[in-house]
């Protein structure tokens, strides 16, 4: 994973008084994080058919960018390709969700779960030996 882009955009985003980890790990779950929290605010506004909250839509899109770009498809195309695919669905959902195109609600659920599924995947992992390289 290219970490260092990650990191960069993360800080980049981040609020000032946010504090941003060294640990490039702990930069991915920060932002997975932010991702499904941006998610469940706008599935919240989906399903009650409220306007959907601009900044959700702003965090959701910046984190999945992170995300993507922080993806090393170089070396790791088995793990690389099917995450960027996951994330790019996450983006499509929102997309979706801002021209408020039919069963836009559904999917924005469904990629939440999507990103429930990763970030507590993610949060289990073994930093020792798997360990990102920065």
Same mark, same amino acid.
């Given at each position: =994973?290219? $970490?260092?882009?990650?990191?960069? #955009?993360?800080?980049?985003?981040? #609020?000032?008084?946010?504090?941003?980890?060294?640990?490039? *790990?702990? +930069?991915?779950?920060?932002?997975?994080?932010?991702? *499904? !929290?941006?998610?469940?605010?706008?599935?919240? /506004? !989906? %399903?009650?058919?409220?306007?959907?909250?601009?900044?959700? =839509?702003?965090? !959701? =899109? %910046?984190? +999945?960018? +992170?995300?993507? &770009? @922080? $993806?090393?498809?170089? @070396?790791?195309?088995?793990?690389?390709?099917? $995450?960027?695919?996951?994330?790019?669905?996450?983006? #499509?959902? +929102?997309?979706? /969700?801002?021209?408020?195109?039919? &069963? *836009?609600?559904?999917? $924005?659920?469904?990629?939440?779960?999507?990103?429930? %599924?990763?970030?507590? /995947?993610?949060?289990?992992?073994?930093?020792?030996?798997?360990?990102? @390289?920065?």
């Amino acid at each position: =994973m290219n $970490l260092h882009f990650a990191r960069q #955009q993360y800080r980049r985003h981040a #609020q000032a008084d946010a504090a941003v980890p060294d640990d490039a *790990h702990a +930069i991915v779950e920060l932002v997975m994080n932010e991702l *499904h !929290g941006a998610l469940d605010r706008l599935c919240i /506004a !989906g %399903s009650n058919n409220a306007a959907l909250p601009p900044d959700a =839509m702003v965090k !959701g =899109m %910046s984190a +999945i960018y +992170i995300l993507q &770009g @922080s $993806l090393d498809m170089d @070396s790791d195309n088995a793990i690389a390709v099917p $995450l960027f695919q996951v994330y790019e669905f996450c983006r #499509q959902q +929102i997309m979706r /969700a801002f021209r408020k195109e039919p &069963g *836009h609600a559904e999917g $924005l659920e469904k990629a939440r779960d999507f990103m429930a %599924s990763l970030r507590d /995947a993610w949060a289990q992992m073994d930093r020792t030996t798997a360990a990102p @390289s920065a």
